[in-house]
């Protein structure tokens, strides 16, 4: 996508601000390193980031960051301290670890060895207020992903946005209208849309290549914790842990060690359960190869579901099955399963798979010799994804997966999800984006949620 929806003079008077104004001591720290760390990139070319969220995902998207050379990390923020048990004992994230693995990469890079100039923050509004921060990568988990980008948008930042892109189709309406008010550019964290595999996959079979495709299966990688289950007691908040902002807009709910960090992905409260985590990659990669990515199907239909006993901690289903019909009779399958292919797509005269890690594309044309039945591809890394938003927060273009195709390819989690907790079929409207017919009032309540006070998304 190359169509400049932004308005650049916006944000570069933000940026030509920085390197001129009074204000200049405030701000002066990042740009204050020594020409090794940063290479030939002036710091007036720079683009400074600052990362919300530094658990499982945000120390990963760090390094993709900072290996760009035009891009500073100059601010982390955390509700944690330092999180340690994140995985495993001797593996603690949070503001303070995030802090030492900036400052130490960028001490690398210097002549020095030495580096400092990362902030730490634990309230993300403080981090919205700094003048000098250009873009912020939220990865937090899912319930804050709205009120944290529209805060964000509204602030003039720039942002890199970890899928799904929200917890509900509402909460994402409401980012979209933020993003697009403030014309920020936003790329949403499907990092397969910069893979050139995928793409090469996905352009095959939008051109035809198999036919009429009749179906597409997701495939949805199954739970891999358990949690407590039911009975379970709050255990006590651990020191340097803000608990209360990392609840922030969902309801109050006693602690327990295994409620944060990685684990609310399972928990309805926070995320959409594997649907939403692992179908936001799967499913966008459908979208894309039918040709659909800013609309959605007209139907969703319960299969099964199944969910850990009553009174478990964790009750996202575990496993799951719904089916989507679009308009022109293609049907999308979500199922559970141990995902070596992670999308495929059935048409007519052939098959096109695609792996978990986007690592292969594999082509069975129905009608090719033997010898031609196969085509692999090899793996690519997120660091592309990275450098196209950071080329569009320069060139104010359109990045590849940009806030509407981000929130079609969550909107069919969350509409999967609602299928699953009503164990019905609905029809969907994708025009309107609301349920018609039937259940459709008991449906179209679930499209949004109560934000706890003070947090709202408008
Ligand atoms: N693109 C991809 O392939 C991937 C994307 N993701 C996405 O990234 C996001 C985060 O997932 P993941 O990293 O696994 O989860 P983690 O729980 O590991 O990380 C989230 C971090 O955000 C912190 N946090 C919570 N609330 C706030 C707040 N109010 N302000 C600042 N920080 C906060 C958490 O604190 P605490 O440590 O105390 O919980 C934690 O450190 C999810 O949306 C997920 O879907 C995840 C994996 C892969
Ligand atoms: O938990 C996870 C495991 O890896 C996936 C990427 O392949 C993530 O998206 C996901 O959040």
């Known amino acids: 996508m190359t169509k400049p929806t932004t308005d650049a003079t916006a944000h570069l008077t933000r940026r030509g601000f920085l390197r001129t104004s009074a204000t200049a001591a405030a701000v002066a720290a990042p740009y204050f390193v020594p020409s090794s ?11 400074t980031v600052a990362f919300i969220g530094t658990g499982n995902q945000g120390f990963l998207d760090l390094t993709l960051f900072m290996a760009q050379p035009d891009c500073q990390v100059v601010a982390v923020c955390d509700v944690n301290k330092g999180s340690d048990n994140y995985k495993e004992p001797s593996d603690v994230r949070g503001r303070e670890p995030a802090k030492a693995l900036v400052e130490s990469t960028y001490a690398k890079r210097s002549g020095s060895g030495k580096f400092k100039g990362c902030d730490t923050f634990n309230d993300f509004r403080e981090v919205l207020a700094r003048k000098d921060v250009d873009a912020v990568v939220i990865v937090s988990p899912d319930h804050w992903h709205d009120v944290m980008a529209i805060a964000a948008a509204k602030a003039g930042k720039d942002i890199y946005g970890e899928k799904p892109l929200g917890l509900t189709i509402a909460g994402q309406q409401a980012m979209i209208k933020a993003v ?96 939403a985590n692992f179908g936001a990659h799967s499913i966008d990669i459908a979208q894309w190869g039918l040709g659909t990515s800013l609309t959605g ?61 986007g690592q292969n594309a594999l082509v069975i044309p129905r009608k090719l010799t033997p010898e031609k039945l196969q085509k692999r591809v090899k793996y690519h890394s997120g660091g592309d994804h990275v450098r196209n938003f950071l080329d569009c927060v320069k060139s104010r273009e359109e990045p590849v997966a940009p806030i509407e195709v981000g929130h079609r390819s969550a909107s069919i989690c969350h509409l999967g999800n609602i299928s699953l907790k009503l164990q019905t079929k609905l029809k969907w409207n994708p025009e309107v984006e609301r349920f018609e017919g039937g259940r459709s009032d008991e449906a179209n309540k679930l499209l949004s949620r109560e934000q706890r006070s003070p947090w709202k998304i408008s």
Not at 37 to 47: D, H, L
Not at 221 to 241: A, V
């Open 37 to 47: 760390v940063f290479g030939e990139t002036a710091p007036s070319n720079r683009i």
């Open 180 to 275: 697009r008010d403030k014309r920020c550019v936003f790329q949403t964290g499907s990092h397969e849309r910069s893979n050139p595999y995928v793409k090469a996959a996905c352009d095959l079979v939008q051109s035809g290549a198999i036919g009429k495709v009749r179906r597409v299966v997701c495939n949805i990688g199954r739970q891999n914790k358990l949690g407590p289950g039911p009975g379970w007691e709050p255990t006590p908040i651990p020191s340097g842990f803000d608990y209360d902002m990392w609840l922030g807009p969902a309801p109050e709910a006693p602690y327990h060690k295994d409620r944060c960090l990685y684990n609310f992905r399972f928990i309805d409260d926070y995320a959409g359960g594997q649907t």
């Open 297 to 357: 199907p007209k139907e969703v239909e319960y299969v099964y579901a199944d969910y850990l006993p009553e009174g478990s901690l964790f009750n996202a289903a575990t496993f799951l099955n719904f089916r989507c019909k679009y308009e022109n009779g293609t049907v999308l399958d979500c199922v559970t399963a141990e995902p070596s292919v992670r999308t495929a797509f059935y048409g007519d005269d052939g098959i096109v798979s695609i792996d978990n890690q």
